[in-house]
């Protein structure tokens, strides 16, 4: 397994060949003084309490963003996949998507993406990390006072990422049902305590997933499954809370066949939730399978492939529930 996560990092830093410094630069408010003329990347920092440290972040504006008026925006948290930081979605070609988006006539919203490190985004169970903490209680906190964005208002917030952040993203989501109303899973891997390294096992899975999972009952607190088992009211298989989700996963992504729970619980989720796009969704475009054969895989060419669709949708979760005031 480890083997595999090599790869597929390989893969999306290959795939991705442009330096991320000429995408994001560090925050100047200055820059923002005048209208952006299209979407900009800037890198910076916050306190987080949950974890004693300060937080590096991207914030991706839209084209028009300026921090000199009184306009308000929705925003959407970004959360990255194993091996992979802050920079992610601006390596998956989240600036330029962004742009075109909005270009097209999409509602503007701001993209926060912070790094978690290979936490899974949840409280850890051995190691006692408390992202999860970190990500709804002191970037909300942060985003809501430090930016022009609503404030307290579910709708107008967003979560989304890739692989282990989609995980995250359905998983802090569940936990957090009245603090996010919309939410996209990218190719998330749900794992069974089978799945999970102890100490003394010869597992040759991650050793980070047990520090973030545990095993048993914190387990259990932590597992999407579990959570979602929880939620479920008697006689019925529903559990999604959100009053939007979708989850896609491209057919050849190898977590389909490695963690077979994966398939599984999607399979389940889609019957249970047939008002949401839950399931295999592949890349449709020729010229990026053309030059990338992976790209229906667990790799960066099959999120720079779909992620305009996610960003389109998530806007318009937003444009529909947005506040009349604005």
Known sequence: MKCLFSFFLLSLISTITSANSEKCLPLDPKKLEAPVTKAMCFTTTFHSGSLGKKVEFDVIVPPGFTNKNSTLYPYAIFLHGRGGDKDSLAYTDGVEILNDVVAKGAQPFLIFAPSG?????MNGAISKVRTADMVTKDFVAHIEKAWPVYRNNPDMRALFGISMGGNGALQL????????????????????????WTPGSNSNEPKEDYYSYGVGKDFEARSARHICQRLKKPGSDRCLPFKNYRLEMGSTDAFLKTT??????????AKAHPEFEIGI??????????THKDCNSHAGSYWVCRMPYAMTWISEQFKKDLPRSN
């Open 260 to 269: 077979p729970d994966t398939k599984l619980f999607i399979e389940e989720l």
């Open 117 to 121: 490190g290979n936490n899974y985004w």
């Open 281 to 290: 969704k592949d890349c449709d475009q020729k010229a990026v399978c053309d």
């Open 173 to 196: 989501g569940l936990s957090n049902p009245k603090e996010f109303s919309t939410v996209m899973s990218f190719s998330p891997v749900f794992r069974t305590p089978k799945e999970i």
